[in-house]
């Protein structure tokens, strides 16, 4: 049947985003469906851009790597410090040169920030201001970054449930932010260029359990899976660099270090890791729920990937 000039006029290219909490399977997934739709997948994992973290971050294996084109993994070097901006950059990019081909971007990866980035745009964020930094830093160093984050919590509920209590940079910058403008960091709705949302036929998917349990005997399984496969090796190879401020918020880096510097046994710094990487998959949940464009996927009911793959590719093929 001929196409309708009307129908051409109107057609948008796909962009489909795979995102989750960690541990919930969303890169096996991923290259299954990227294989199905002829697509090619680009990293949305903040963590996932550097190299020597293979381990530390669950890069994809080789066998996924060989089956569909992967872009933005391993990117950068761990001593390099990577914005959310260098990063909407290079993906505007990437998902140009996948429609030129024909095929269609898969955005995999439990980054928030990033997947908005490019969903929204980015806000015009005020410089920075010295003095007022160093007065948060002091603040923090006599009372420490939890009471930092608390008085973030005041002033802006939305920014501090993202942004861990211990991650001084952020929290400082989103209390700047609120100084400087007025405007919490989340009210800023200021954009120096528009979001791909509405510019693409756009397929926003957020996989998870509702059994609470599941995901955390995977993400337990894989806590355990990373230290069979030395994870502590390559951490101590990490700590003696000088690792930039982005990289040294890998989860797993301050744990593991605790046990090379003698300062925990390896079985408490797998614990505590697990127990961190449980509460940061509460966050990036909290972080998608919040979003009411997302379609929720609950892979509870699914007997194998097979059938999450197809329920995706009829989804996609209805739209």
């Known amino acids: 049947m001929p196409v309708k000039k009307s129908q051409v006029a109107s057609y948008k290219p796909q962009v489909i985003f795979i995102t989750g909490p960690t541990g919930v399977g969303k890169t096996a997934i991923s290259v299954k469906l990227a294989k199905k739709i002829k697509g090619?997948?680009?990293?949305?994992?903040?963590?996932?851009?550097?190299?020597?973290?293979?381990?530390?971050?669950?890069?994809?294996?080789?066998?996924?790597?060989?089956?569909?084109?992967?872009?933005?993994?391993?990117?950068?070097?761990?001593?390099?410090?990577?914005?959310?901006?260098?990063?909407?950059?290079?993906?505007?990019?990437?998902?140009?040169?996948?429609?030129k081909k024909g095929k269609i971007p898969v955005f995999t990866g439990g980054t928030g920030l990033y997947a908005q980035a490019l969903l929204d745009g980015l806000f015009v964020s005020p410089p920075e201001d010295m003095i007022l930094r160093k007065e948060l830093q002091d603040y923090a160093k006599k009372y420490g970054s939890k009471k930092l984050h608390d008085k973030l919590k005041k002033i802006?509920?939305?920014?501090?449930?993202?942004?861990?209590?211990?991650?001084?940079?952020?929290?400082?910058?989103a209390i700047e932010i609120y100084s400087l403008t007025g405007k919490t960091k989340s009210e800023s709705k200021l954009a120096t260029s528009g979001g791909i949302f509405g510019k693409f036929n756009i397929f926003l998917f957020c996989l998870y359990y509702k059994k609470r349990n599941l995901l955390y005997d995977k993400i337990n399984s894989r806590v355990d899976e990373m230290f069979m496969n030395g994870v502590v090796k390559e951490i101590k190879q990490l700590v003696k660099l000088n690792l930039s401020k982005t990289a040294a918020q890998a989860l797993g880096i301050k744990q593991i270090k605790g046990f090379i510097e003698n300062r925990g046994t390896l079985e408490y710094a797998k614990e505590e890791l697990k127990k961190d990487t449980r509460r940061y998959a509460k966050r990036q949940l909290s972080w998608f729920?919040?979003?009411?464009?997302?379609?929720?996927?609950?892979?509870?009911?699914?007997?194998?990937?097979?059938?999450?793959?197809?329920?995706?590719?009829?989804?996609?093929k209805k739209t």
């Open 40 to 99: 090619e997948i680009i990293c949305c994992d903040s963590m996932q851009i550097y190299k020597g973290m293979d381990v530390l971050t669950a890069q994809p294996k080789k066998e996924e790597l060989s089956n569909v084109a992967h872009r933005l993994f391993c990117i950068k070097k761990p001593t390099q410090d990577f914005s959310v901006a260098q990063y909407r950059k290079l993906a505007l990019k990437e998902i140009k040169e996948i429609h």
């Open 289 to 316: 729920r919040r979003d009411k464009r997302f379609r929720w996927i609950a892979l509870d009911g699914f007997k194998g990937h097979k059938a999450i793959v197809a329920m995706l590719v009829n989804v996609i």
């Open 156 to 173: 802006d509920p939305v920014s501090a449930d993202n942004i861990h209590t211990n991650d001084l940079r952020r929290i400082i910058r």
